[in-house]
């Protein structure tokens, strides 16, 4: 991985060192230690998952604070189309892009419109015969993205290559403001407004771009409460939405994959859901599809654990607003673009930090510790010992110096522990 | 030292179809910990999965034997079923004795047994119709 992922952080004073956070990590990320909730960051996906478990509020996403802005001479928003969901009674998105430009943007550059570019870049994608291997999974949730390449080596090859709608936004959003105002690309600033911390990690690290193509990433839970004060107070807004049905629909889970049109699609949120879908992908279970969307968060980015709305009020929300809205209005032939602009700049790279030696002979032997270790557990996946499962815990006692004596059977007699007193 | 491998069980249970396939993803997680080649741990998985589920289907289940190498990994499957009549024609792509019911759930195309050949660098079939079948399969690792 590029850098150390710490987008997910702990507010030690709040975490009482339970296990809720630990037991529901998908990539069994976290281990309680000191009565502290630690993350292992080599492992960790940055889905949010623990921030969304934690009753004690213990665990934070990492994004910027709205003064970034400050440091450009032009700044540009460019907000998703789940922000349009977080807002009661709204009938036209153009009440949220003048909202925007009263807090303080100079323009806004919507990610749908991304998104219906990225849709008809799939599309020339899947009519050009450029899979590697179908089904071609759709990369635009970063936390699956970092999910594969952790775990899901062998599914590399089924990853679309093309750029996120929000790169493809920060890139033509950057040349209008250069254009439209005479200043050099480094003087303006471009800031997506996210629903997961995923999304922050995967732009500030650049995935599959040479480097990061936004100068910041904003929360739409901060950036809501900015709007709503502003929000009221605009009359007859103008009109600044350039996006239809179809970039709208990216918001919730099978948007992405109905932006396919005439192809064998479907989409699956949940990272449980989607863990087993890429098993089946693994095994060659899964035929007759073009195209996968796979969405970490339960009901797409509108799950995501930066947002306001509950995910299913605010996909009904959207749902308004698509209403009267066309299929697309962007389209790339209007871009004046090259197939190669919508291109990814850089392969992914898959992330070795699951494997336990790189000298195989070394690994067997500790696989074979490992093993038996656990053979000696309680195999209750208690997480008393700090580990989410008693696999996990046989590990740490090999890989990482934990004590085998944190397994509740040394501490109980009642379970039967092999230790005499 | 290269003769040292790790050894894994696995009863393949009859009982319940959407089970067929925990032995493959078990000996897959395993390989994933080595490190292995993720085109031999698909290799490996879909020869393994393909002979679950052939058990479940034909024989109401059996054992797999797993034995991971430095260089390779043997894979023993064996049954107590019906046995195959007729290896070469069993071993034909298309070619299904599996019955109706487990056809319309999507399984019994035929190409169980081809599958696992192709992706094992060696598969040998010891059947005794009444008695049952054994599979001995040979991955090589990259």
């Known amino acids: 991985m590029p850098f150390e992922k710490r987008f997910v952080t702990l507010d030690a004073d709040k975490c009482k060192g339970c296990i809720t956070c630990m037991k529901r990590c998908p990539t069994e990320a976290i281990r309680v230690r000191g009565g502290k909730a630690k993350i292992l960051y080599e492992r960790c996906i ?73 849709s008809e870049a799939t599309r020339n994608f899947i009519a050009d015969g450029k899979a590697n291997r179908k089904p071609i999974i759709g990369t635009t949730c970063p936390a699956i993205v970092d999910l594969i390449l952790l775990k899901f080596h062998d599914l590399k090859d089924n990853m679309l290559t093309l750029l996120t709608p929000v790169d ?254 | 030292m290269s003769d040292e491998c790790i050894r894994l069980e696995f009863k393949v249970d009859s009982e319940n179809f959407a089970s067929a396939g925990s032995a493959s993803e078990a000996v897959k997680t395993q390989l994933k910990l080595l490190g292995i080649n993720s085109h031999d741990v698909r290799r490996v998985a879909i020869a393994m999965y393909e002979g679950e589920i052939n058990m479940v289907i034909h024989a109401k289940g059996g054992t797999a034997v797993v034995e991971i190498y430095q260089n390779r990994v043997d894979i023993t499957l064996a049954d107590r079923g019906p046995g195959i009549a007729d290896i070469d024609l069993a071993m034909k792509e298309g070619y299904s004795t599996a019955p109706d019911n487990i056809r319309e759930l999507g399984f019994g195309a035929g190409m169980g047994l081809p599958n696992m050949k192709k992706n094992t660098d060696e598969m040998r079939i010891v059947s005794n119709p009444g008695v049952g079948t054994t599979i001995y399969m040979k991955v090589n690792l990259t």
């Open chain 1, 46 to 118: 940055a889905c949010g998952e623990c921030i969304r478990a934690c009753s004690y509020h213990a665990k934070k996403a990492v994004y910027d604070k709205m003064e970034i802005i400050d440091g450009y001479k032009y700044k540009v928003a460019l907000p998703p189309p789940a922000l349009y969901g977080q807002f009661n009674n709204l009938n036209d998105i153009n009440y949220v892009l003048e909202g925007l430009l009263s807090i303080g943007f100079d323009d806004i550059y919507e990610t749908s419109r991304g998104a219906e570019l990225i």
């Open chain 1, 168 to 421: 493809v936004a920060a890139k033509l959003a950057r040349e209008k403001a250069v254009a439209d105002t005479g200043l050099r690309p480094e003087e303006i600033g471009v800031f997506f407004i996210s629903s997961c911390p995923a999304k922050v990690y995967s732009l500030k690290s650049a995935f599959g771009v040479k480097a990061p193509l936004v100068d910041g990433v904003l929360s739409v839970n901060e950036i809501y409460f900015k709007l709503i004060n502003e929000m009221p107070k605009i009359q007859n807004p103008r009109e600044l939405s350039k996006a239809g049905v179809t970039g709208l629909s990216w918001a919730v889970s099978g948007g992405e994959a109905a932006g396919i049109f005439g192809n064998v699609s479907f989409a699956v949120d949940g990272l449980e859901n989607v863990i087993n879908i890429l098993k089946d992908i693994e095994d060659d279970k899964v035929h007759h599809t073009d195209y996968i969307e796979l969405n970490a968060c339960s009901g797409g980015c509108v799950g995501g654990v930066l947002n306001i709305e509950n995910p299913y009020i605010a996909k009904a929300k959207i749902g308004v607003l698509k209403k009267y809205a066309p299929v697309s209005k962007n389209n790339i032939e209007q871009t004046g673009k090259s197939r190669e602009f919508f291109c990814q700049e850089k392969d992914f790279e898959v992330s070795q930090a699951f494997k336990l030696d790189d000298d195989r002979v070394k690994a067997m032997t500790k696989l074979k510790q490992i093993g038996g270790i656990y053979r000696q557990l309680a195999h209750l996946d208690c997480g008393i010992c700090g580990a989410p499962s008693c696999k996990a815990f046989s590990e740490d006692v090999v890989l990482r110096g934990q004590s085998i004596e944190a397994c509740v059977k040394f501490r109980l007699p009642e379970l039967g522990g092999g230790k005499e007193r």
